[in-house]
C-alpha cells in the first residue's frame, strides 16, 4: 500500500492525489475534491480511499464544508474491477491475491478493509457537513461514497447502483447503514439484491437525493447549499450536527438530555461571548 508523501499533519502532496485519482481544492471554509480518473470513468482504487482518509485527517481546522464530485459526466463507476485480479492495480495490494496464495488471513483482510473504510467514515464528522454532487452513474462504492455525506445534490442524470451482490460480494465501505437508515430494511434488500438502477426522480422520492436539478444547474445549486451552511454559526452548526446523528440511537428521554446538555454549552458560550464584548 503507498504511504502517505508528506509526514503527519500534512495534506496529500500533488503526486499522491494524482495517483490516487484526486483532486483537492481548499478555499476558505469549503474544500472540494473531485474523483479524477476519466480514462476509468473514475472507477476508484485503494488508494483513492486511503488518500481521502488523509485528506480528512489534514483537512485545515477552519474546513466547514467537504463538496465530493465526479470528473466529467460521471460520479463513480465504483472500484476498480482489477482491484479483484492476482495482479491488482499500479502496484497496489490486490483484494485477492493474499486469498489466494494463502498469504492473508481473516484478521489481515479484515484490517485491510477497515483502512479502506476510513475514507468514507470521516464525512460523517460533526464538524464539517459533506455533500455529493452527482452527475451520472454512481456505482458501488461509488453509491457508498455518496451515502456517506450528509446531503447529496443530484443532476437529472444521477443515477445509483449497489452492485456488489451482482458480483458475488457485500457493500462494506459503509453505505449498508445510511442506506437502511434513509430507506428502510425492505427497500433497500431489494435496490441491493437486484442491483438495479434507482434513477434520480426515485432517489428524491427515497430521500437519496436532498435535491435534483438540471445537469446545467449542479454546480449553482451545490454553490448555494454551499452558502446557505455557511451563514450558520459553525459552533451551532457542529453541535446540531451530533445531536441529530445520536437521535436514532437514542430514547426520547435520552435526547431531550441531550439536546439539554449542548444547550448549556452553547448558552455558555454564547454568554461568555457577549461578556468578552461588553
Ligand atoms: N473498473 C475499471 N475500469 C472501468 C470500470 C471499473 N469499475 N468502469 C469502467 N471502466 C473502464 C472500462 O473498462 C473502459 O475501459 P477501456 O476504454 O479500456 O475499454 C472505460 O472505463 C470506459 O468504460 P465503458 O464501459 O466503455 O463506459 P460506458 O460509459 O459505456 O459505461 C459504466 C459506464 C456503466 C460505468 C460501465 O463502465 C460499467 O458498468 N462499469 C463497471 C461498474 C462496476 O461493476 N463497478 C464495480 C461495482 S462494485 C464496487 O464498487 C465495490
Same mark, same amino acid.
Request: charged share 25%; with cysteine; aromatic share 2%.
Given at each position: 500500500m503507498a504511504q502517505a508523501s508528506?509526514? $503527519?499533519? =500534512? $495534506? $496529500?502532496a500533488a503526486d499522491e492525489l494524482s495517483r490516487a485519482g484526486l483532486r483537492l481544492e481548499v478555499d476558505g471554509h469549503t474544500a472540494r475534491i473531485t474523483i479524477s480518473r476519466p480514462e476509468r470513468r473514475n472507477a476508484m482504487t485503494g488508494r483513492t480511499w486511503t488518500t481521502l482518509a488523509h485528506i480528512g485527517q489534514t483537512?485545515? =481546522?477552519?474546513?466547514?464544508i467537504v463538496v465530493i464530485a465526479g470528473e466529467g459526466d460521471i460520479f463513480s463507476a465504483g472500484? +476498480?474491477?482489477?482491484?479483484?485480479?492476482? =495482479?491488482?492495480? +499500479?502496484?497496489e495490494r490486490s483484494l485477492v491475491a493474499g486469498v489466494l496464495d494463502g498469504s492473508a488471513d481473516a484478521d489481515d483482510i479484515e484490517g485491510h478493509i477497515a483502512e479502506l473504510q476510513e475514507g468514507f467514515l470521516w464525512?460523517?464528522?460533526?464538524?464539517i457537513v459533506s455533500i455529493a454532487a452527482v452527475r451520472g452513474h454512481a456505482i458501488g462504492a461509488g453509491f457508498q461514497l455518496a451515502l456517506s455525506c450528509d446531503i447529496r445534490i443530484l443532476a437529472e442524470d444521477a443515477k445509483f447502483t449497489m452492485k456488489e451482490p451482482a458480483l458475488g460480494?457485500? $457493500? +462494506?465501505?459503509?453505505g449498508t447503514k445510511p442506506l437502511v437508515d434513509i430507506v428502510g430494511v425492505h427497500r433497500a434488500v431489494e435496490i441491493c439484491l437486484t442491483a438495479r438502477r434507482v434513477e434520480a426522480a426515485e432517489a428524491r422520492e427515497l430521500g437519496l437525493a436532498e435535491l435534483v436539478v438540471p445537469v446545467e444547474e449542479l454546480d449553482g445549486a451545490v454553490d448555494d447549499v454551499v452558502a446557505a451552511l455557511l451563514a450558520t454559526n459553525p459552533e451551532a452548526a457542529t453541535a446540531t450536527k451530533a445531536l441529530l446523528q445520536q437521535a436514532a440511537g437514542n430514547t426520547l428521554q435520552e435526547q431531550a438530555l441531550a439536546e439539554r446538555r449542548a444547550q448549556v454549552d452553547r448558552l455558555t458560550s454564547l454568554a461568555k461571548a457577549m461578556g468578552a464584548g461588553a
Amino acid at each position: 500500500m503507498a504511504q502517505a508523501s508528506n509526514g $503527519p499533519g =500534512e $495534506p $496529500p502532496a500533488a503526486d499522491e492525489l494524482s495517483r490516487a485519482g484526486l483532486r483537492l481544492e481548499v478555499d476558505g471554509h469549503t474544500a472540494r475534491i473531485t474523483i479524477s480518473r476519466p480514462e476509468r470513468r473514475n472507477a476508484m482504487t485503494g488508494r483513492t480511499w486511503t488518500t481521502l482518509a488523509h485528506i480528512g485527517q489534514t483537512l485545515p =481546522e477552519d474546513v466547514r464544508i467537504v463538496v465530493i464530485a465526479g470528473e466529467g459526466d460521471i460520479f463513480s463507476a465504483g472500484i +476498480d474491477l482489477a482491484m479483484f485480479t492476482p =495482479e491488482g492495480v +499500479d502496484g497496489e495490494r490486490s483484494l485477492v491475491a493474499g486469498v489466494l496464495d494463502g498469504s492473508a488471513d481473516a484478521d489481515d483482510i479484515e484490517g485491510h478493509i477497515a483502512e479502506l473504510q476510513e475514507g468514507f467514515l470521516w464525512l460523517r464528522r460533526p464538524d464539517i457537513v459533506s455533500i455529493a454532487a452527482v452527475r451520472g452513474h454512481a456505482i458501488g462504492a461509488g453509491f457508498q461514497l455518496a451515502l456517506s455525506c450528509d446531503i447529496r445534490i443530484l443532476a437529472e442524470d444521477a443515477k445509483f447502483t449497489m452492485k456488489e451482490p451482482a458480483l458475488g460480494l457485500v $457493500p +462494506d465501505l459503509t453505505g449498508t447503514k445510511p442506506l437502511v437508515d434513509i430507506v428502510g430494511v425492505h427497500r433497500a434488500v431489494e435496490i441491493c439484491l437486484t442491483a438495479r438502477r434507482v434513477e434520480a426522480a426515485e432517489a428524491r422520492e427515497l430521500g437519496l437525493a436532498e435535491l435534483v436539478v438540471p445537469v446545467e444547474e449542479l454546480d449553482g445549486a451545490v454553490d448555494d447549499v454551499v452558502a446557505a451552511l455557511l451563514a450558520t454559526n459553525p459552533e451551532a452548526a457542529t453541535a446540531t450536527k451530533a445531536l441529530l446523528q445520536q437521535a436514532a440511537g437514542n430514547t426520547l428521554q435520552e435526547q431531550a438530555l441531550a439536546e439539554r446538555r449542548a444547550q448549556v454549552d452553547r448558552l455558555t458560550s454564547l454568554a461568555k461571548a457577549m461578556g468578552a464584548g461588553a
